[in-house]
């Protein structure tokens, strides 16, 4: 029996909802969610296996001008998603009219590898404005097979799954065929942290902390994890704590709430946040923390 496996690289705009496809089709929360942009920082790879398949997924972060260090590793990963993919996935949303990055625009448009232009989030549209997306988007780029879709909902998700694999050369599986990631478990943890920071805190708050996850010990009813959060600044680091530590606990309680069901396993969180200046602009951290790779 034949069997096909490849690349796939998901891009686009910043909240388009890269993440929320990739996870359809893997079936996992493997990605973080959220409204804000630059809620992936990582390059995250999604392996979704069958019999006489195997696709390999890649996620990424939103294409944006970076402004300082962290957003240029951030783009490095985008950038990479050009060079070693079988198909290319790129993703706008209803109501979008363009790609701010010209740059970018051109490497789609002058694409070897197959294209899929997938228009998101139709479920907020109608008729009339979906027909309109499809023709614009069609004369923008020729070279792409449009689909209307619905990551949310799961609408015609399939359907370009089986178009993906259908266009996925002849080839042996890349990873073991029980593999889901090429991430460690330490890197969900930190992961389904930064997701809860996220949506719990306000402004520029997010975007000043890194997690890492200092202890991972799974025993055979509960995972005992310890994590740090770090911030760049006292006051950043009294926020996140909040009055008598609540909004930590808050933090701390549902990512907990996540992770069991990610490892569905018991899991104890310890959490606590330091002080790190200049994390963002420091290349030597950013190595650590996984960019710069
Ligand atoms: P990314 O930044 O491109 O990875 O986008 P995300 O996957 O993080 O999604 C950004 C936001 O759009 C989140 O609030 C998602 O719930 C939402 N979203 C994603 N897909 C859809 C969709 O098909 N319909 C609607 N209505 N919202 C969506
Ligand atoms: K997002
Ligand atoms: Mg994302």
């Known amino acids: ?15 388009v909802g890269k993440s929320t496809l990739m996870n359809a089709f893997v079936g996992e929360k493997l990605s973080i969610i959220t409204s804000k942009a630059q809620t992936t920082r990582h390059r995250i790879l999604g392996i979704v296996n069958g019999e006489n398949f195997q696709v390999v997924l890649s996620d990424t ?9 962290l957003q240029s590793s951030m783009m490095d990963f985008v950038k990479s998603a050009f060079e070693d993919a079988d198909v290319l996935v790129y993703m706008v949303e209803i109501g979008e009219k363009e790609l701010k990055d ?29 027909e309109a997306q499809v023709k614009l988007w069609s004369e923008k780029v020729p070279n792409a097979l449009i689909y209307p879709i619905s990551a949310l909902e799961g609408f015609n998700v399939k359907e370009v799954f089986e178009k993906i694999i259908e266009l996925l050369p ?11 990631t090429d991430k460690p478990e330490r890197f969900f943890v930190n ?15 997010p975007y000043a902390v890194e997690v890492d996850t200092e202890e991972f010990f799974e025993e055979e009813n509960i995972i005992r994890m310890r994590s740090v959060i770090m ?19 808050k933090v701390g309680v549902e990512a907990r709430k996540d992770l069991e069901k990610f490892f569905g396993k018991q899991v104890h969180l310890e959490l606590y946040v330091k002080v790190n200046k200049n994390w963002r602009s420091d290349q030597r951290q950013l190595k650590r923390f996984g960019y710069n790779q």
Do not use: C, W
């Open 1 to 15: 029996m034949s069997h096909k496996a490849g690349f796939v690289n998901i891009i686009g705009n910043p909240n």
């Open 61 to 69: 972060p939103g294409i944006i001008k970076p402004a300082y260090e």
């Open 102 to 130: 010209e740059a970018f625009f051109k490497k789609i448009t002058n694409s070897k590898i197959p294209v899929l232009l997938l228009i998101n989030k139709i479920d907020t549209s109608n008729q009339d404005q979906l």
């Open 170 to 180: 002849e080839s042996p599986a890349f990873y073991p065929k029980d593999q889901l």
């Open 191 to 205: 992961e389904n942290i930064r997701e809860k920071i996220l949506l719990n805190y306000k402004k520029e708050i």
């Open 231 to 249: 911030v760049e600044r006292e006051t950043q680091k009294g926020i996140i704590i909040g009055h008598k530590g609540s909004a930590l606990k």
